[in-house]
């Protein structure tokens, strides 16, 4: 039902019953004008017409034309026009008939004459043109009598009957022409009612996409410079700053939404960072406190004794400084503070340097080194946070290496995997398996796996968290794998360009 009544309202349809209605009146009109007035307007030229044959004739006369001449110009109307004519002296005596009947009728026509303002349609000073019906044959005719400058007498005269058919064959001729202009004009109406409101529909559709905020839809003008196409221009200049706008509006949402987002990054950091630091520094504050207590109060009045205290109270500090550091870095690889300065290097002599930084560690546990690796490979990342990564697992492969089968060692190998085009180092240590439930949370920042480990070790909980936020950085694998005479961690690298 909505689609009729639709259908009904649309613009198409109530163009189309506007131009189809005009049409109907136009043509109602023709016929009703027709039917009234084209009699009385057929009368009428004719009535001229005969006048002007009896000024031509006069006109013959005046110019002293030869009754021959003057004859020919009768016999011509007579054929050409189906005109009854006679022309005769004041005397009465005939000098030209069209039509011997007529001739007949002269009495009853002198009877007309002497009764001079029956049924008169025209007169002036020469002529009178009246409507009389001839006895003899039933019809109606419209006659002229007129007198010429010569005293000569002009009788003109047609059948009404002739008029009338031809207003008959007129309205009929009309009657089909109006109903093949109807369907004619109800083709051109479709056609054009369709040419007029297509550009209109579009419009439409276009407006009620850019209700939805979709500006995909253009108008596209017509060659015609009219208003439709002007307003279609000024559509599509609206919906592209529409667009515009709202896309600006758009970005500054976004950008906004990241500095909200970034706000609240900031603020869960801080609050993060006050929590870690509130946490791993009670501690270490309380043996500072504990032993700076001690020297104030001289518990301990021996030199070396007060030596010691001082050295654990700087021992502490230089944990607290290096922890609160590390937090720091850890915040800013998190929160993605931190911009990589990458570039092509040799991560073995990378490797081989890490290792002997770690020599003096590594022969107070007694382990040994296995490595391998080829001389050169060349990978692409920021040399600085990568010797981080080794770092932190070489020196977490010291803390936990024990003798397994009479053997205690470190064993670091490099692995080209051209397929993804990586490369993977792995560094594995003798010792005990992780417990698997434990396999996941060593990556968090502060997580222990063996809660009753000493302090001395020097660790600060967060050196594989730092792995694992520079890891998340690269987008690059990481992980650790219990084998069966220790653990193996490893991560990947992207080979160099």
Known sequence: ??????????????????????????????????????ESFYLYTKQGAL????????????TNQSEKVITNILSNYAAKSNYDIILETQDGINLYT????????????????????????????????????????????????????????????????????????????LYL???????IAAILITFISKRFTEPIQELNEIAEKMARLDFSKKFHPKDVDDEINELGRSINIMSAKLEATIQQLRNSNVELEKDIEEKSKIEEMRTQFISDVSHELKTPI??????????VENVNSEEENRQFYANVILDEANKMDKLVKQLLELMKLEYGKREFQNANFNITELIQEVIRKSKVMLEENNIEVRMD???????FADEFYIEQVVTNYFT??????????????????????????????????????????????????????????????????????????????????????????????????????
């Not at 259908?7 to 016929?31: E, G, M, Q």
């Not at 006048?51 to 005046?62: G, H, L, M, Q, S």
């Not at 690796?373 to 990978?379: A, L, N």
């Open 373 to 379: 690796m080829p001389e050169e490979v060349i990978v």
């Open 1 to 38: 039902m909505k689609k009729i009544n639709k259908k009904y309202n649309s613009i198409r349809f109530k163009l189309f019953i506007t131009l189809a209605i005009s049409v109907v009146v136009i043509i109602l009109f023709l016929i009703v004008l027709n039917n009234i007035v084209l």
């Open 98 to 173: 069209s039509n011997e009947n007529f001739i007949q009728t002269i009495n009853e026509m002198n009877a007309l004459r002497s009764d001079t303002n029956r049924n008169i349609i025209y007169a002036n000073k020469n002529v009178n043109i009246k409507k009389v019906k001839d006895p003899s044959d039933n019809i109606t005719y419209i006659l002229l009598s007129g007198s010429l400058d010569n005293n000569y007498n002009l009788y003109i005269r047609m059948p009404i009957s002739s008029i009338q058919e031809s207003v008959k064959i007129s309205n009929t001729f």
């Open 177 to 183: 022409i109006g109903g093949i202009t109807l369907i």
């Open 286 to 295: 309380a043996l500072i406190q504990g032993y700076a207590e001690g020297l």
């Open 51 to 62: 006048v002007d044959i009896f000024d031509e004739v006069n006109k013959a006369y005046n």
């Open 396 to 497: 977490n492969a010291i803390k936990h290496a024990k003798e397994v089968f009479s053997e205690k060692y470190i064993k670091i190998k490099i692995e080209m995997r051209k397929k993804t085009n990586k490369v993977r180092v792995y560094v594995f240590n003798t010792g005990d398996n992780i417990e698997e439930e434990n396999l996941q949370r060593i990556w968090r920042r502060f997580y222990k796996v063996d809660s009753s480990r000493n302090r001395d070790n020097g660790g600060t909980g967060i050196g594989l968290a730092l792995v694992k936020a520079i890891m998340n950085n690269y987008n690059n694998d990481f992980g650790v794998q219990n084998k069966d005479t220790g653990v193996e961690f490893y991560f990947d690298l992207d080979i160099g360009k």
